[in-house]
């Protein structure tokens, strides 16, 4: 920094001047990037927005996810899991710089086998037509209600398209406004020609399409008409009260194997593509899209939330600790390493920090430093169960358990069940107690099938837990059951490469389907 200084000053004012310059150029983080962590019952909101900000938000999100269960149907009343950790930066760029996202990212939702994660940015764009932060948030959120709480697995233009028609959901008190236009996805559908064809987002269905087509046969990028274009479908199709049953069947048929996506949408909706395309142009056009009113003042609770300012250490760590959590894209292990040694020693959540740890410890494949972290933290809570799953973890890290011999064998099951013990709905132990059954020549009991099927409803978006599940009712003799699992892994398998690799696993259990 450059400045010029009057040596007719006296020394007092020169002083002034250094500590002014001190203050704005020494430790950034105090100065810019000030954390808090608010907690509800169903959400921690990490941010480094402003407080009044924070609280609204965090209320909202309850008073959104109350209204999600009024109008869906769904039973979000008992709930066994952890809440849903929402990290929202106050600038989208650094969202996106630590998370390495490209530019068109604002946010996005993470599935770990023990939690839910959602990163984003919280920023509101300066014009009108610009994404909102709390969009992202809402728009997130619906994620996480339909992959969790539904039975069905649903196509990515009404997954993106249903988050899109609840992320301008707006409260009044407890009275609920619903189906506002997205405006920044006008830009989009403006112009009609450069629409995707409707075939080209419905055909989809586990993956993002990169390549379509016009309406008018012109080769387009098709992943941002899948989110506008399914937006506008999922808003038409909703204020048509004649089409909620063909939706539901539509869906229903989704959810059986073999089934292809234009037999789907077809038969249950009656028409072909093109019909549906030019009714959804004609509302387009009209220009008169509705909005949904309701009053929850007497059926919505209030909602209780704890604040608190982060200190200085823990702020420091928040970076490290969302890439970490996310599977830490940006490769920075070594920096998070530090990162978490140093939260540690200041006394910063020394649970979490320790367990990240032993995480890291594992990539690094170090089981027995993985151990030690495990068991500094069961000297004060021996019933911790991500802590009695580490060691199981760490013990079978490096080794094939298909191979243990009885001794291991009896030691690593004594691990897995003693994890299990403490928590009955930690999925990573579910998991290990499952697996039990594929590790040995011992017959599937039917409370390890249960056990996986659990995990898979806790984890839904883990293939952990699906595959699990389907390899336990294939050994058991499940076979009906392990085919159509199999087959609706393989047709809601979006990767080319993964879906292979599932056809190729699968490919004996479905063969055999019609000699047994």
Known sequence: MYFQCDFGATMKQFILVILTIILFTTNPLQAKDKWLELTSEHFILRTNAKAEKARKTIEDLEKFRFTLGALTGLDLSVDNRPPLTIYAFKKRRDFQKQLKTNKNVAGFYYQRPDRAISPLSFEDGKEIWQLKGLEVIF???????????????????????????????????????????????????????????????????????????????????????????GWLLTHYLF???????????????????????????????????????????????????????????????????????????????????????????????????????????????????????????????????????????????PDYAPALQMLSSAFAHGKNPLRFKDQELSEYRALVTNALRADKYYVPALLDYANLFLHSDADVRPNAIEVAALARKLAPDSFPATSTHINLLWKSGNLDQARREAQLLIDWTGNPDYKKQNRETYRPLLEASGNE
């Open 239 to 381: 204020s048509k009260p004649e089409y909620k049953e063909p939706l539901n069947a539509y869906m229903r048929a989704l959810n059986e194997p073999n089934i292809s996506d234009d037999q789907a949408f077809q038969t249950a909706f009656g028409k072909s593509y093109k019909e549906m395309e030019s009714e959804l142009l004609a509302y387009w056009k009209k220009g008169s899209l509705s909005v949904l009113g309701y009053d929850f003042s007497k059926r919505m609770p209030d909602f209780k939330v704890t604040m608190r300012e982060m200190p200085e250490a823990e702020a420091k760590i928040q970076y490290d600790e969302v890439r970490h959590l996310t599977g830490n894209r940006a490769k920075k292990f070594k920096e998070a390493q530090k990162s978490f040694e140093a939260a540690l020693k200041a006394g910063i959540r020394p649970d979490d920090m320790r367990l990240y740890l032993a995480e890291l410890a594992l990539y690094n494949d170090q089981p027995d430093i993985a151990r030690e972290y495990a068991n500094a933290i069961l000297q004060t809570k």
């Open 139 to 229: 728009h997130e959120y619906s994620h996480h209600i339909l992959h969790h709480y539904s039975p069905f697995k649903y196509p990515k233009w009404y997954d993106e398209g249903f988050g899109e028609y609840l992320s301008t959901i707006t409260f009044d008190g407890k009275i609920a406004t619903i189906a506002e236009p997205p405006v920044h996805r006008f830009l989009s559908l403006h112009d009609t020609k450069f629409w995707v064809r409707i075939e080209d987002i419905i055909r989809a269905r586990a993956a993002y399409p990169e390549k379509g087509r016009t309406r008018r046969g012109r080769k387009i990028d098709a992943k941002d008409g899948l989110y506008a274009q």
